[in-house]
């Protein structure tokens, strides 16, 4: 159950194109309603080249590179989201192809009212094609020791 | 000319209920397909009571909530911790209050305090559910004395 040995691991490098579709089913998603996000004339009217990705957009790239690949192995049905900061360097807009890289930066163990957990923070670094580095993510993610079904039927064995 | 800042020192804005719908368009635009939030026998096995949204759907809306009230383009920084689970019928309230504007070299920068609560679809809450800070920057703007939200 320990994951310590995870820090420093790389994550998988991939590349993706941000495209108009992806900005707009994403923003719809996460029931934005910014023309900026959904009609090209808007954004070009606001200095922009094309839609402008959502403030998360970030997370969609998981379509691409599902972090589950960076042989984290966790148990799904022992997964909760811990929280994430996002830093905006630059606007990412559709028709950017970005390079994503990153690696695991901490493993903690604590108790709390869960139970023990394990706490899982990954940073993500997004490079657009002019080798500019437009966002960098930091997301933690907790693996549980036990389901909330598990830890029902150790309180009944402990009965 | 000088504006300084958003146009309100908070705001307030309500989103939903969420559907399963809501999370399972989610789980499509994520890319994250977790069963514990689209397969209701994967949640009840683990020892959920149904399935909930995924914690970035959340955060998805209450950056739509920031972004709609301090600017998309002025956002440098944003983020988010969960505090507990939000469930199909559950009506999202999110909420900012400005808590700090400094001057930079980027000209004034604001710091919002955001949450988000719930109310069920029963009456029950609100129950905290999501944290969060925004950070957004007002290039070529400065301080202006009284209500600039200095303390």
């Known amino acids: ?159 | 000319m000088t504006v300084a800042g958003p146009d309100t020192p908070t705001a307030e804005r309500a989103f939903g209920p969420i559907s399963r719908t809501d999370i399972v368009r989610y789980a499509g635009a994520g890319g994250d397909f977790n069963p514990i939030h689209h397969d209701e026998e994967f949640a009840t096995a683990a020892g959920y009571p149904a399935v909930f949204a995924h914690g970035l759907l959340t955060a998805g809306i209450l950056s739509t909530f920031a972004a709609g009230w301090l600017g998309l383009e002025r956002l440098r920084r944003f983020s988010v911790r969960y505090v507990d689970q939000v469930w199909p019928g559950d009506t999202l309230v999110t909420r900012g209050e400005v808590v700090e504007t400094v001057e930079s070299a980027d000209g004034l920068e604001v710091t919002a305090r955001l949450t988000v609560h719930v109310t069920g679809e029963h009456g029950a809450g609100p129950r905290l559910v999501l944290t969060g800070q925004a950070t957004a920057a007002y290039p070529g703007t400065e301080l202006t004395g009284a209500g600039d939200g200095r303390d």
């Not at chain 1, 070009?44 to 984290?72: D, I, M, N, R």
């Not at chain 1, 994430?84 to 009212?113: C, F």
């Open chain 1, 1 to 159: 159950m320990s994951h310590e040995d995870l820090v420093g691991r790389a994550l998988p490098s991939y590349t993706f194109t941000v495209e108009a579709g992806k900005v707009i089913e994403f923003a719809t998603a996460v029931l934005a309603d910014d023309a900026l996000h959904f009609d090209a004339e808007a954004a070009a009217a606001a200095g922009y080249a094309a839609v402008v990705a959502p403030p998360t957009f970030s997370a969609a790239a998981q379509s691409w590179g599902a972090p589950t690949e960076g042989g984290l192995e966790l148990d799904l049905s022992r997964v909760l989201a811990g929280g994430a900061q996002w830093e905006y360097d630059l606007p990412i807009v559709a028709g950017d192809v970005l390079t994503v890289s990153g690696e695991v930066v901490s493993v903690e163990h604590k108790t709390g009212r869960r139970g023990g957990m394990t706490l899982i923070t990954r940073e993500s670094r997004f490079v657009n094609q002019r080798g500019e580095l437009a966002l960098t993510v930091r997301s933690t993610a907790i693996e549980l020791d036990r389901t909330p079904a598990d830890r029902r039927s150790q309180d009944l064995e402990d009965a």
